[in-house]
Structure formats: structure tokens, C-alpha cells
């Protein structure tokens, strides 16, 4: 447990001068406003956290600090000195340093290669070698790491190459260090090994911003927090006085709800309705570093909520479902068959399609036309030498623009030239084409217009009326409320919650999410629940 | 420039089309009698049937390359298939006792190519099972297939003498040379197998984008192993025709650097090397472009120590015009036409 003597100790006593300090930050993307009137501030000694879901305005804060987006609006003062940087290589000069979700190193070369890198030592118009690896050394001993700075860095461990990485901020004399998403991928020793070099750094007197999806993280190694929601500055935070669910709530927002018709149609049917014959029925189905083995019955009909933060596990759990990813572990029962999905393809032949969260990558095909992009899943599944006749294509086509009021009503545009919203709808008329018997949608009305958000809400009712199983999963706890018969509750790559939508209010689903309990006390629960 | 013209200048054929008016223009002046054809004994004689007979076996490359081009990929051992194709043919016709015989010639070409079969399971398998870069896959084939072209021949030139064997490279059906027949019947099976049924749609969809493809159920691996082997397969098809043309089965140089000029007609045609939307009769129009220069480098009579630096400057030409930049500049020349004459509607209007 922590304590929070501790924090208070390096929390900046009143009258400390901010090292950075960003007001009324405003970058407009073509159409959205990413950053709205921000303000952010960073103390030397202290680690700060930036928080928000999905679209939040992180990153792009980031960016903005950073230099690799230039502000529409607003002052960036560092030390002192009103900024603007031109650069990543700008920023670095002025002492902000980024370590990236992605170790952006070079495997092939050395330990002390990499740390100096650009900033090599030189002798004789040429690299002074040994000098290279005594400074290397240095750096590293200064995180307490053992190792030798000449070996390849692509030998050492993903959390090894994370700290070389930070050794290599750190050498230009670092006043601010951000750490994106550092812990994503490491596992419970290495993120241990990662806040020892963190607190270390801390007490030496960098600022931190330290960004991850972890709350137990955040609430071990953070003095305060920052929470976007939407673009905009919810508010900063001492991360001791405020709790969780708190947290939770500022994060996720309290949307007013514009969809009333539904309402309370879904909750009826829960209570009324008999338990619907099984459709899909997952026994100790889990994946290695994803999620952890969960049981989940999906009954004909019936919707299905996956409520939870980023990287709760709520898209691993919908992959595995999909046939995206394979489940390492476990055992699936669709309609009554025991199967193994080993791909999407097996999943879609069997009628389940999962709609990914990422649209442009892993959805849309952008330089292809509507109607193609309609009737690519079937056409797949069909094979490629059994073409849906031109006739049926045309009617596929016109069907769905008409249904799902796909604007513009060209099945010939390029998809790449819809916007967000209309790209989802065409990625749904895919997999509405290929007539699904479970429907696992994850995140399909991020980032769109809420007139497109209720359209595709409707049909999501309309569809489990008519007997189609879906999984729903937003970042929005009243949509999912909305619309599910039942919500299953992940946190930390756990499913911790499997309930009835029955009475059931955004404040229980906020307290699970947080962590199962709404005490006071934040506790610093062990790292290692993820094996 | 009227809106139509307009449309037309922003087509990603425009440019290719152009460049080939040019030329065949330049021809025409240094060689008044360019686009005469004659008929002699009912076969079609002259230097446009010429242009057409020669630059087959890049077109029919082309066609293959075409197709895996879409898929994001690259074939550099087409010039070595073909090499080994017209190897195995030569050696089999040379090894049986009646060379001239028309069942002799089917074998040997069926035996070709089932080769150039293998061949292109040969590279689908590494780039599409093993997942190693469709270039690094092909360079494998590139260099070591001339290798095995020369252990077929034993390090000989197999010269054949055989009548029906020879005509691939040089007689005439319907008037038309053979190589031309060829290759207009392999556009039309590669234009009908692409576009009559789902395959040209699921090429470009995974060249576009391979995981979006990957849960869209589209089976990229199937699709690899068949645009693999279909190159190679035309790849050993130019090679018979270029081998029965020399009468010889030449291991060092049949095709050689045939895969840049198959691989500049794809992008001359205006099918990306980033893979996706492909364009066949572009890249028809992209080969006539490349055999159309060579003609027309001697017709003009450039000294032949200068003919690749002049092919190098068409081909930059017509990359430049082709190029994001140009394209941008003629779209802000179409913005500025179309403000102006709606601003002239406007003012007749009122």
C-alpha cells in the first residue's frame, strides 16, 4: 500500500512555479475541434497523468507539447518562456523528452548505439567508441540497470528496450519526460522495474507525465491527474482525493440522453421475456496477454453490453469472439456445436461478424466504391469465382444506402471520400449483407454525428427484435445501458461482472468499472492480474 | 479547355495516351509510310503490326505483373521464367527425334509450361505461406533461375529447328502474327477472369488493405498463390514466343530485363506500385508506350549509344506528368476554369 505521506512530500507546495504550463490550448482538425480551450500544467518532481477515453484530446495534448502539431490557439510557456515549438527535435532541445508506447529504437544496433544516437561523442572526426559506451554506462547505472551498454538492444526484453529508451531521454538533460502508455505491454516485474526508475527520476526533479490505461497504475505512481473528455479540460486532480469511480465518471462523462424513444424498451424485455434460447456459449475462453479466460452465454436475440475502459480487454474479449484473434484457451459452443475459430473467415461462415473499432485500418477499404465495399464479406464468403450477379449487387447496394440513409447515396463514391459516420454505416451494411446471427460491434458509434449514433442504435434494437444475438461494446455506459438486455463488466483484461439490465444505473456500472468496490480508500492492488 | 477535355486531362490514362500520340506523331513525320499496313499473302504487314508483334511478350508480362502489382506485391523473376520456359521447350524439342512435329511442339510447350507453373507456386508460396517480401521472394527466383535455365540447356544455346515451334515467334493466324493473338487472348481471359467474376475486386481489396481484407473473410493467401502463378505462367508463355522468334533457347539473355520493362509498362498504365485499383488496358497502353520508343528510336535514328538515356527521358516525362504534383496543378487549373465560368454565367444571367 501506498503512502500518501509520500505523495504529499512531492506534491509542489503552494507558490511553486510550474515547468510547463499550457493555457487555452485550442488545434482544429479539418471538421473537429481536437483541443478546446485546454489547460494543462506540469511540476518538476512530480508525476502527472493525463486521462481520458478514446478521442479525448491526449495524444493531441501531447502533440501540442511536444511540437508535432502546431496550436490554433493558446500559449505553451516552458521555464519561464513563452514557446513555440517547430518540432519534436525543438521540443527535445528545450528538455521535453517522449518515450512512445512503441520502443522507437534501433534493434540492430547496440545498447549505448541507441541511447546515443544522433549525439554521438566524437573524437577525430570520427565516433569516440569507448566514450560512447562510458557515457552509455553512466546513464544506465543511473537507472540501476545492469547491462552491457555494447550489447544489440534487439537481444533485451521489450521492458529492457523501454528503459534504454528512457535512458536515452534522459541524456539530454531531460526537465520534462513523457511517457506514453510505457506499461502497455510489459508484465508486472517490468512495470515494478519501471516505477523504481520513475520515482528515482522524480525525486532527481523531472516532471512526468506518465500516460496508461491502468488505473491501478496511475493511482501507484501519480501525484495528480489531468482528465479530457471530448477535447475538452474536465479538470486537474490530486489523484489521492479523488476516487475512482470519481475518476471513472470525469473520464466517461454523463451524456444527456437524446434517444428516448427507446428508453426503457430494452430493460422491459429483460425482465418479461423468458431467457432466450443460447446462441453462442464461451467456457474459460481466454488469450494469453489479452484477456484473461472468461464464460459468456450469448442468447438468440439478446444484446449483449461489454462495458469497461480502454484496454479493460472489452476489444480482446470481442476479437476472440470474432475469430480475429484465436483464443488460446477455453472451449466455444456456437448453436449447440463445439467450435474453433481459427480465423474471420471461419467466424463469418458461421455467420458471426465482428465490426473492429478501428475503422480505417482494420474496416473500411477506402479506394474502393460503396457497393464493393458492401459486398466485399459476402462476396468472400461466396468465393471468387461464384460473383454476386451485377443485379443483386446493385440492390444490395441501393438497400442498405436506403436503410442506413448512407450519404451520399452514390453506391459508386470511393468510400474514402464518406465521412466518418457514413463509413461506419457502409462498414455495417457489410456485415448486416452477409445476414449475421451474432453481431459483435465494438465502438460503432465512436467519432460520428449523433444523428448517425442514433440511427445505428435503432437498428441495433430492431435487429436483436428480429433474432439476431449482439455485442455491443461503447465507451458510452448510457448507450450501453440503452440497448442491452445484459452488460458484462471487464477490467484489467478480467470479465469481473456479468448482469442483468434490470434496474441497473450508470453509477453501478461506473463503480465496477473502477474497481468492484466504491471504498474510499484507493488500493494499490498488485500489478500482476494480467499474467 | 472545356469541362469534358478537362475530365479527360485528370484520367490516369490521359498522360500514357498522349505520350503515345506523340510518338507515334514523331514516327509518322520521320517515316511517312509509319502507319501503312499492307497485306501480303492475307498477313498483315507493316510497322504498327511490327510495334505490336514485338512488344507482345512485355504485354503479356505486363498483364501478369499487372495482377500482383495490385496485390501490393512485385515479380522480378518473370525474365528468368521465361528464360527457363523457352529452356525446357528447346530441350525437349531438341531431345525427340521428330523436332518438326506438331504433337513433339504440344508437348514441349505444355511442358514449358506447367514449369512456369511451378515456378509461380514457387514464389506464392514464399511471399504468401513463408510472408517474405514479394521483392526479396522474387529476387530468389531472378538470380538463381538463370542458373537452372542453364542446367536445363547444359551452358548451351539450344538452337531447334521445327516449322510449328517457330511460328509462336513469327507466323500468322488470322492475319495477325501469333504473338499478337496471344497476347490479345490473354488480356481477354485475364480481363474476363478479373472482372466477370469477384477475383479483381478481392485483388485490389487486399492490396488496399490486407487486415481490413483479413476480417472481411477475404482468403489473401489463395488469392497470392493465383496471381503468383498466373505471372509466371505469362512469364513462361513471352518466354516460348521469344525463344521460337531467335529459334533458340538462349539462357543468359532470353527476357532479360524484360521484368523492368513489364514492370514501367504496369506504371506508365497507371496501377500503383502501392497496390489496389489496377487498370489491364492501361497497361496495355503503358507496353505499346515502351515498344512504341524502341521503334521509334531507330526509325528517327538516334545512335543506339544514346537509346536508353532518350527511353529514360520519356519515361521520366510521363512519371512526371503522371506525378500527385501535376495532378494537383491541373486541379487547381480545372477549380480556376470552372470559378470563371460559372462567374461569366452568373454575369449573363443577370
Known amino acids: 500500500m501506498t503512502d500518501t505521506r509520500e505523495v504529499r512530500e512531492h506534491f509542489p507546495a503552494d507558490g511553486a512555479t510550474p515547468v510547463v504550463e499550457m493555457t487555452g490550448i485550442s488545434i482544429l482538425f479539418p471538421g473537429v475541434k481536437a483541443l478546446d480551450d485546454v489547460s494543462f500544467r506540469l511540476f518538476p518532481g512530480e508525476v502527472h497523468s493525463l486521462m481520458g477515453e478514446n478521442g479525448a484530446g491526449k495524444s493531441t495534448l501531447i502533440k501540442a507539447l511536444t511540437g508535432v502539431y502546431p496550436i490554433d490557439s493558446g500559449t505553451i510557456v516552458v521555464d519561464g518562456q513563452p514557446v513555440s515549438f517547430t518540432g519534436p527535435a525543438a521540443a527535445q532541445a528545450a528538455g521535453i523528452s517522449t518515450v512512445y508506447q ?156 437524446t434517444l428516448d424513444e427507446i428508453g426503457e424498451r430494452a430493460h422491459a424485455d429483460a425482465v418479461t421475456a423468458d431467457r432466450p434460447a443460447d446462441y453462442a456459449r464461451a467456457e474459460g475462453l481466454g488469450r494469453k496477454g489479452a484477456i484473461e479466460p472468461f464464460d459468456l452465454v450469448i442468447g438468440e436475440g439478446e444484446v449483449i453490453g461489454l462495458a469497461g475502459l480502454l484496454g479493460s480487454g472489452r476489444t480482446e474479449l470481442a476479437r476472440i469472439l470474432g475469430g480475429i484473434d484465436r483464443a488460446d484457451s477455453g472451449q466455444l459452443d456456437i448453436a449447440g456445436a463445439r467450435t474453433r475459430l481459427r480465423s474471420p473467415r471461419q467466424a463469418i461462415s458461421r455467420r458471426i461478424a465482428y465490426s473492429s473499432e478501428n475503422r480505417r485500418s482494420e474496416g473500411i477499404i477506402d479506394d474502393l466504391t460503396v457497393r464493393e465495399n458492401i459486398v466485399l464479406a459476402l462476396q468472400a464468403d461466396r468465393g471468387w469465382f461464384r460473383p454476386i450477379p451485377k443485379k443483386r449487387r446493385e440492390e444490395l447496394a441501393q438497400s442498405y444506402i436506403q436503410t442506413l440513409n448512407i450519404r451520399p447515396a452514390n453506391p459508386d463514391a470511393l468510400v474514402r471520400n464518406l465521412s466518418g459516420g457514413n463509413q461506419q454505416k457502409v462498414l455495417l451494411a457489410r456485415w448486416l449483407a452477409i445476414a449475421p446471427r451474432l453481431l459483435i460491434l465494438d465502438e460503432p458509434t465512436r467519432g460520428i454525428d449523433i444523428g448517425a449514433k442514433a440511427e445505428i442504435q435503432k437498428l441495433v434494437y430492431t435487429l436483436a427484435e428480429n433474432g439476431m444475438s449482439v455485442v455491443f461494446i461503447s465507451a458510452e455506459l448510457e448507450e450501453v445501458l440503452r440497448l442491452s438486455h445484459r452488460v458484462v463488466v471487464l477490467r484489467d483484461r478480467r470479465l469481473v461482472a456479468d448482469l442483468e439490465n434490470d434496474g441497473l444505473t450508470v453509477d453501478a456500472l461506473l463503480a465496477l468499472i473502477a474497481d468492484g468496490s466504491v471504498d474510499d480508500e484507493a488500493p494499490l492492488a498488485p500489478l500482476g492480474e494480467s499474467s | 479547355m472545356n469541362p469534358t477535355l478537362l475530365r479527360a486531362v485528370s484520367s490516369r490514362l490521359f498522360w500514357p495516351i498522349v505520350m503515345l500520340v506523340i510518338l507515334v506523331a514523331i514516327n509518322v513525320v520521320a517515316f511517312p509510310d509509319f502507319l501503312s499496313i499492307t497485306v501480303t499473302d492475307g498477313h498483315l504487314f507493316g510497322s504498327v503490326i511490327d510495334i505490336l508483334r514485338n512488344g507482345a511478350p512485355t504485354f503479356i508480362i505486363a498483364i501478369g505483373m499487372t495482377l500482383v502489382i495490385a496485390t501490393r506485391g512485385i515479380d522480378l523473376s518473370v525474365g528468368a521464367v521465361a528464360a527457363i520456359s523457352g529452356a525446357v521447350a528447346c530441350s525437349i524439342l531438341l531431345g525427340s527425334p521428330d523436332p518438326g512435329a506438331v504433337g513433339t511442339v504440344i508437348v514441349a510447350v505444355a511442358a514449358a509450361l506447367v514449369t512456369s507453373l511451378v515456378l509461380g507456386l514457387w514464389n506464392g508460396f514464399l511471399v504468401s505461406v513463408i510472408g517474405i517480401q514479394p521483392i526479396i521472394a522474387t529476387l530468389v527466383l531472378m538470380t538463381a533461375g538463370r542458373g537452372v535455365a542453364m542446367l536445363i540447356t547444359e551452358g548451351q544455346i539450344l538452337t531447334v529447328d521445327s516449322a510449328p515451334f517457330k511460328s509462336l515467334g513469327s507466323g500468322f493466324l488470322l492475319g495477325m502474327p501469333v504473338a499478337v493473338v496471344i497476347g490479345a487472348a490473354i488480356f481477354v481471359v485475364a480481363a474476363l477472369l ?157
Open chain 2, 194 to 350: 478479373t472482372r466477370r467474376t469477384a477475383l479483381g475486386m478481392l485483388i485490389e481489396s487486399v492490396g488496399i488493405n490486407p487486415e481490413a481484407s483479413r476480417q472481411a473473410g477475404v482468403r489473401a493467401r489463395v488469392l497470392l498463390f493465383a496471381v503468383y502463378t498466373f505471372c509466371a505462367l505469362s512469364a513462361g508463355i513471352a518466354g516460348l514466343i521469344l525463344t521460337a522468334n531467335q529459334t533458340a533457347a538462349d539462357s543468359n539473355n532470353t527476357g532479360l530485363f524484360i521484368e523492368l520493362d513489364a514492370i514501367l509498362a504496369v506504371v506508365i498504365g497507371g496501377t500503383s506500385l502501392a497496390g489496389g485499383r489496377y487498370s489491364l488496358a492501361g497497361t496495355l497502353v503503358g507496353a505499346l508506350v515502351i515498344q512504341t520508343l524502341v521503334t521509334t528510336v531507330y526509325t528517327v535514328g538516334i545512335p543506339p549509344i544514346v537509346t536508353m538515356v532518350f527511353k529514360a527521358a520519356v519515361v521520366t516525362a510521363v512519371c512526371l506528368l503522371q506525378s500527385p504534383a501535376t495532378s494537383a496543378a491541373v486541379g487547381r487549373l480545372r477549380y480556376r476554369i470552372s470559378a470563371r465560368t460559372s462567374r461569366v454565367k452568373e454575369a449573363a444571367a443577370s
Open chain 1, 102 to 257: 512503441e520502443v522507437n529504437l534501433l534493434p540492430n544496433l547496440s545498447v549505448a548505439e541507441n541511447i546515443l544516437l544522433g549525439r554521438e561523442p566524437r573524437r577525430f572526426g570520427g565516433i569516440d567508441g569507448r566514450a560512447m559506451r562510458r557515457r552509455a554506462a553512466e546513464l544506465l547505472e543511473g537507472l540501476n540497470l545492469d547491462i552491457d551498454p555494447g550489447s544489440l538492444l534487439g537481444s533485451h526484453s521489450l521492458a529492457i528496450q523501454q528503459l534504454v529508451a528512457i535512458a536515452r531521454a534522459i541524456n539530454v538533460d531531460s526537465k520534462v519526460l513523457i511517457l506514453d502508455e510505457p506499461t502497455s505491454s510489459l508484465d508486472a516485474d517490468e512495470v515494478a522495474e519501471l516505477f523504481r526508475v520513475i520515482r528515482s527520476l522524480r525525486d532527481s526533479g523531472v516532471a512526468i507525465l506518465f500516460v496508461s490505461h491502468f488505473l491501478d497504475q496511475i493511482y501507484e505512481i501519480t501525484n495528480r491527474l489531468t482528465v479530457l473528455r471530448n477535447g475538452r479540460l474536465v479538470g486537474e486532480y490530486l489523484t489521492t482525493e479523488l476516487l475512482r469511480i470519481d475518476l471513472v465518471q470525469k473520464m466517461i462523462g454523463k451524456e444527456l440522453t
